[in-house]
């Protein structure tokens, strides 16, 4: 980690760990001539913090939306978030999120309120954010603001909430999934109120849209930490997923399939079967009770109903795997398997190397890429449906290496047949 102490100064070591792009310099600058205040907040400080370059900048400011708006009139700024106090101001090209101060407001319905208070207290504003880590404000020459021990935290691997945990998830219950998101990504440990309010909160989260939670456990599930948190908080995603309700004594079995499967797709396949949700109609039933995208859930239930299926031996079997099934695909599920059945790891292994070979040398799996086409079995004399099964079998017996792929060979072969 590149930062040290805790402080609310700009001292040297602070200035040090902050190298912020010059488009956000520049925007600090504009604020501080017209005598707002301003600062980097919220997940950019801490990443910075951490010695990782931020995604994106938040900044916030005790400027209302209508003075920054005001201020950067000669840049093109959305207004989408206004509402909240949000102006995205473009500068370069980039779109920075501009929010002035704004305070707790009436939550209704465990979620975010609808309205907002503006405040002129940057600690107002920290006050409500959701966790110490993320409650840090930044700023060139004034330095560090940190009002809850967020730098200590941090650097102490810790996750809190600001203030009351049991009632900032009450408020938002999209917290809960928040601080399991971080507590993955970042590999924090939970802090002890925090993580027994998470338990007694969990119920809330049916309060929450699926797209957030969804969004929020996805970003959970490739976090580090992740195998983990789902034992721990089975409780939780069960509240949402209840067959992974099972996960809570699986770790060590948990840990070895994350260990291999890293992608969300083959992490929910890998718990799916361990928790022994492996019907096809029970895994579109189970992984739909949130709104995935087709994509996912035809990939998440294939991986799964054919998770035990052994791997191709030979170069034909590849192949015709192939001919209905992605590189990609073909590999999770390699990954997948091995990591169930750790002693089919070698077979798997040498699958998986079989799969890259096949497509990085050409191998025919596809009737497109047979040497003859629909056109040359016409001039056979056949006709309708005689030549989508003829160019079938021609395929087959490519991969099986009964034929070369050569115009001559597939018509002699074919009047062979
Ligand atoms: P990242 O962008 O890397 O996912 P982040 O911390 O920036 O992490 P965002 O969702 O972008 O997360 O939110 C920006 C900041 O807004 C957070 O750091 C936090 O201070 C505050 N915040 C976001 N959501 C909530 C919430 N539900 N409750 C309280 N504060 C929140
Ligand atoms: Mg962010």
């Not at 998986?352 to 047979?370: E, H, Y």
Request: aromatic share 6%; proline share 4%; charged share 20%.
């Amino acid at each position: 980690m590149t930062y040290h102490p805790s402080t609310t100064n700009a001292d040297a070591s602070v200035q040090s760990a902050f190298a912020l792009p010059s488009y956000i310099s520049d925007i600090i600058a504009r604020f501080d001539a017209a005598g707002y205040e301003v600062f980097c907040v919220g997940g950019c400080v801490r990443d910075m913090m951490r010695g990782v370059t931020p995604h994106d900048w938040d900044l916030c400011t005790s400027a209302l939306p209508e003075q920054t708006l005001a201020l950067f009139a000669d840049k093109t700024c959305l207004t989408v978030g206004i509402k909240h106090g949000t102006v995205t101001v473009m500068w370069d090209k980039n779109p920075v999120e501009i929010t002035t101060y704004r305070c707790e407001s009436a939550y209704i319905g465990h979620r975010a309120p609808s309205s907002v208070t503006f405040t002129p207290s940057l600690r107002e504003d920290c006050l409500r954010r959701d966790f110490t880590v993320n409650a840090l404000a930044y700023h060139p020459t004034t330095g560090l603001r940190d009002f809850f021990g967020g730098a200590d935290d941090l650097r102490a691997g810790i996750l809190r909430c600001v203030g009351s945990p049991s009632e900032r998830f009450d408020e938002d219950a999209l917290r809960i999934l928040r601080a399991l998101r971080f507590s993955s990504v970042l590999d924090f440990d939970i802090e002890t109120d925090t993580a027994a309010a998470l338990h007694t909160c969990a119920p809330l989260l049916t309060y929450i849209s699926g797209e957030r939670i969804l969004s929020e456990f996805r970003k959970m599930l490739i976090g580090v930490r992740a195998a983990s948190l789902l034992c721990e908080f089975a409780d939780i995603i069960a509240v949402f997923y209840p067959p992974l309700g099972a996960c809570a004594g699986l770790q060590p079995q948990i840990e070895t399939c994350f260990a291999r499967c890293t992608t969300a797709e083959t992490r929910l396949s890998a718990l799916l079967c361990l928790c022994g949700c492996t019907d096809a109609a029970e895994v579109r039933s189970t992984v739909s009770r949130l709104p995935v995208e087709r994509r996912f859930l035809d990939e998440v239930t294939a991986l799964t109903i054919n998770a035990a299926n052994m791997p191709p031996v030979t170069r034909a079997d590849m192949r015709r795997r192939m001919t209905a099934e992605s590189v990609g695909h073909i590999t999770d599920q390699l990954s997948l398997h091995a990591s169930l059945f750790p002693a089919h790891t070698d077979d798997c292994n040498r699958a998986t190397a079989l799969c890259a070979s096949v497509a990085a040398s050409g191998d025919v799996t596809r009737i497109s890429q047979l040497a003859v086409n629909g056109r040359d079995l016409a001039a056979e004399h056949m006709s309708g449906r005689a030549i989508g099964e003829c160019l079938q079998m021609l395929l087959d017996a490519v991969i099986d290496d009964k034929v070369e792929n050569t115009r001559d060979a597939l018509l002699r072969y074919l009047k062979l047949r």
